[in-house]
Each structure stands twice: as C-alpha cells, then as structure tokens.
C-alpha cells in the first residue's frame, strides 16, 4: 500500500491510498479544485479513484464531496446515517454512485480489506478506517474526544497511522474560542489532546517500524513544532522513545504529505 496525507485540519481533511488495484480517497474535505491541485502534487489523477470513504459529515470532511463524486463518476461510501446526515449538504449523488458501509464492517477491493470503527466524536455515526494489504496495516483515526479499549483493538500494531493530535490544553484553555467551543473539543465527543494522543499511541504501537503522522491538528491551539514534542515526551514517558522504531510526521492543511509505501 501506498498513501498520502493530501490535508489535515480545521480547513479540510483528505487521505489518499492505493495499491496496484485501486486508489482511495478517505474525504473530501476541501473544493474540488483544490482537491485537484493535492493531486497533481503526488503525481496522481481524481479520475483514476475507485472509491471515496467518508468518515462523517462535519463539512471539513465532505466540504467537495459532492462535486467531485459527480464530476469523475466516483461512489462514495458511508454508513446510513453519515448518508442521511449528509443530505442537503453534498447535492444529489446519483444512485449508482452511492454504497452503504456499515459500522464494524470489511470491505474486500481486490488485495486490499478496508475495516470500518466507530469513534466518538459529535456527529451523526462518525467512524474511521483501518487498511491492511498482505500482512501490512494502515490506521487513520481523528475527529475522537477519546480512544478506547475497543478502537485500540483495531488500530493494534498498524505499521502506520494517520493519529489525531488536535490541541494543546494550555493552548485551547488561554485562546480565544469561547467557552461552549472549548467545552466541546475538551469532551468525549471532541478532539483528542497531544498528550492523551500519545498516551493511546504508547498502548498500541508493536516494537517494529512504525511511522506516525500527526494529523488534524488546530489551527488556533497547536503548533507542528510543539505537537510533536508534546507526543514525543509522552511516549518517552511511557517507555517509547520516538526515533527509535516509532517515527513522528507531520501533516499539513495545504501540503500533501510524500506518498509512501506502508
């Protein structure tokens, strides 16, 4: 498998993913051009994807969902309420273009199985994603206020991840969103911190190479520099020293991350 981090953020989330089969994209969380232009910077084209896994409908993971599906023909999948949660808000999505992927279930494409999970964050039926081609796996897990026992249990042992790293306590507590925001990235149904970030990283990394991308991080309350640290320090604490098998990388809101092979 090969993937890259075309964008994550406030301003809109994207993954790409392949093998030699087929292309992914899990979100469409910015306009299509600028989608268009994520891909031209990886080498790659929208109309050669298969496929397009949504998450949930939180508008910046489906901000050019609609316009892209329509415009290269592409189906999108999402569970039931995901879909009824995203109508009015993606336009009409043709019938043949439109597949239901329960919660808790594989997808079989080709050499690739696509394993969904729940999370809890405050959307409709939100859940994430877990590839495995071969005996290689790939975990993309953002948008929780909280990792549990049972998402641990998936993700275990990926060889890499795209792991939500969304804010710094002190940074969210002194900025300048209001109480009722702050309230609500803080909660169970929020974002997870850098440092419990961390904390459910050093529970499911396996001692073998694993590469982990910071991702989804704020705008207003992170800072690239600072996200890595915090995690850094906190696996140390934990008895996982970054470097030395787990390796840490940035994501960006505008840049799309090298296209790696996991």
């Not at 075309?6 to 992914?24: K, R, T, V, W």
């Not at 300048?176 to 961390?198: F, Q, T």
Request: proline content about 2%.
């Amino acid at each position: 498998m090969r993937f890259s981090v075309l964008a994550s953020g406030s301003s809109g989330n994207a993954i790409f993913i392949e093998n030699n089969e087929h292309q992914f994209l899990v979100d469409a969380g910015l306009s299509g051009k600028k989608l268009e232009g994520l891909f031209a910077k990886i080498d790659r084209s929208m109309a050669d994807l298969d496929g397009i896994f949504v998450t949930h409908e939180h508008s910046d993971h489906i901000k050019g969902l609609g316009v892209v599906a329509r415009k290269y023909q592409i189906p999108i999948y999402a569970n039931e309420k995901t879909w009824k949660a995203m109508d009015g808000l993606i336009g009409t999505v043709p019938l043949d273009q439109r597949f239901t992927f329960d919660m808790e279930t594989v997808k079989t494409f080709g050499g690739m199985d696509i394993e969904s999970f729940g999370v809890s964050h405050d959307a409709a039926d939100p859940m994430f994603y877990t590839f495995y081609q071969n005996d290689r796996k790939l975990s993309i897990i953002t948008d929780t206020g909280y990792v549990s026992d049972r998402m641990k249990g998936i993700i275990q042992a990926s060889d890499a991840y795209v792991f939500e790293s969304n804010h710094d306590v002190g940074m969210l507590q002194m900025g300048r969103y209001p109480w009722s925001v702050k309230r609500r990235i803080l909660s169970d149904v929020g974002h997870v911190s850098n440092e419990d970030a961390a904390v459910a990283m050093s529970e499911v990394v396996a001692e073998k190479e694993t590469s982990i991308y910071l991702a989804h991080l704020s705008k207003d309350n992170n800072m690239k520099d600072l996200a890595k640290m915090s995690v850094a320090q906190t696996l140390e604490t934990c008895g996982i020293i970054a470097g030395e098998f787990v390796h840490l990388f940035d994501t960006d809101p505008e840049e799309p991350t090298k296209l790696v092979t996991v």
